[in-house]
């Protein structure tokens, strides 16, 4: 199956500092990447949708110029978490769709688990 | 807008048993629903999915039926073993939105 890798697994920093985190589709083309929040027990939150070569939309909440998103190439999008904070500690999750495959199914990445202290 | 619920929120079974979780749906557009496996401290793994047009699917242990009259669909695990406790999202999705997910059942599988 479709294989998304995300990178760090897991990233401890400061508060103030940036954290950049990216997800790569590993054997297919994604026009189409996700990114998600998930707090302990909870559902998957959608943060935003980016397409490749475009600017990313943003869920509603969801403060753009904190999480910025880069959607570079058909393979790699990354968020960056700017001046981060303990609040932002959380599980982030990538997914991408395979833009040469079934249209809706998402495939995911095995998360990111930021901690800010 | 969609909403998706999801039942139980937590299921206990013992190996070997089967467990069934539902999930229900406002949006009548609505026309893929996937099931995915969330282990701890992993991302969600497509398990198995189904499109409106069908009404069951099934994958050696793991089947998947939909009722679009009702707006439910739902997981059947049957021979359940240790490595299927997790946590389970299912979602409903209209073409061309995004995925809207279920709050997710933790299962449980006793030996």
């Known amino acids: 199956g479709a294989v998304v890798s995300q990178h760090p697994s897991w990233v401890i920093c400061k508060s103030g500092t940036s954290v950049k985190i990216e997800c790569r589709s590993l054997d297919f083309q994604a026009t189409t990447m996700f990114w998600y929040r998930q707090f302990p027990k909870q559902s998957l939150m959608l943060m935003a949708t980016s397409n490749e070569g475009s600017k990313a939309t943003y869920e509603q909440g969801v403060e753009k110029d904190k999480f910025l998103i880069n959607h570079a190439s058909l393979t790699l999008s990354t968020l960056t978490v700017t001046s981060a904070h303990p609040e932002d500690s959380s599980f982030y999750i990538c997914?991408?769709?395979?833009?040469?495959?079934?249209?809706?199914?998402?495939?995911f990445g095995p998360g990111t688990r930021l901690l800010v202290l | 807008g969609e909403n998706v619920e999801q039942h139980p929120s937590t299921l206990s079974v013992q190996e070997g048993d089967s467990a069934v979780i539902k999930c229900t749906y406002s949006d009548s557009a609505s026309n893929y629903f996937p099931w995915y496996k969330q282990e701890l401290g992993k991302g969600p793994q497509l398990i198995i999915d189904i499109r409106s047009n069908v009404g069951e699917k099934k994958d050696q242990r793991i089947a998947v039926t939909l009722n679009k009259t009702a707006k439910h669909f739902s997981l059947h695990i049957t021979e359940t073993q240790p490595e299927d406790s997790a946590v389970y999202f299912c979602?409903?999705?209209?073409?061309?939105?995004?995925?809207?997910f279920g709050p997710g059942t933790r299962l449980s599988v006793l030996p």
């Open positions: 979602a409903a999705v209209v073409y061309g939105q995004n995925f809207v």
């Open positions: 997914s991408a769709r395979d833009g040469g495959g079934v249209q809706e199914t998402q495939y």
